[in-house]
């Protein structure tokens, strides 16, 4: 009787592992075209305005989609690795807002550290798309790490009128981050600053 209840068990779990590795792998699926849809939209903007620094764009473009696709299958990636794909993604954004928009980022000791692939690339993007940004009132995006966790934060200032969402993006990210790690991706908005917490690992 005992012996059936143990196998029973046993096939429960490797039920719900099955199960949780076909949800990640659906979930790691949707990052590459997600990426890719809000990249080029942005390069439609400018190849309107500036030829030159679309060119540019499209070359850095490469690099950077080359790092998501050879990531999209890895369940972590080197901190630092993240950070020069999130520098890389941040430069073409800067392309067409100029000064509108800053990124500061405030790490040490990051050797051993790593983190989802593309999980903060996702996070300055929502950043991006839902404050408004100007050159006397610029964004400034900050990422810093404490107690175990990368910090994103942004002061809030939301737009009068919201783009349409889906918010596919936060969305992933959450589950992905709570299947990966076994960890809450926690997010929170206090005195004017929205601030997500993402877990690491060592």
């Not at 190849?47 to 473009?61: C, E, P």
């Not at 596919?168 to 992905?176: A, D, E, I, P, Y």
Request: charged share 30%; with cysteine.
């Amino acid at each position: 009787m005992q012996q059936e209840k143990n196998e029973l068990e046993k096939n429960a779990l490797t039920t719900e592992l099955k199960l949780k590795e076909a949800e990640l792998k659906l979930l790691k699926a949707q990052v590459h075209p997600h990426f890719l849809f809000n990249t080029l939209n942005t390069l439609s903007e400018l190849v309107y305005t500036d030829a030159k620094k679309s060119d540019l764009f499209i070359q850095d473009l490469s690099s950077i989609y080359r790092y998501v696709i050879e990531n999209e299958e890895n369940d972590f990636i080197e901190l630092d690795k993240e950070i020069t794909f999130v520098r890389q993604y941040f430069n073409l954004q800067q392309a067409r807002e100029g000064q509108k928009i800053k990124l500061e980022i405030e790490l040490s000791d990051t050797n051993k550290i790593k983190v989802v692939p593309v999980s903060i690339q996702i996070l300055v993007e929502n950043a991006l798309k839902h404050n408004v940004k100007s050159e006397e009132n610029p964004l400034t995006i900050r990422i810093t790490m404490k107690d175990g966790e990368i910090i994103v934060s942004n002061p809030v200032q939301k737009k009068s009128i919201l783009e349409k969402s889906t918010k596919t993006g936060l969305s992933n990210l959450k589950n992905r981050t709570k299947i990966i790690t076994g960890k809450e991706l926690i997010v929170s908005e206090e005195n004017g600053i929205f601030k997500v917490r993402l877990p690491i690992c060592r």
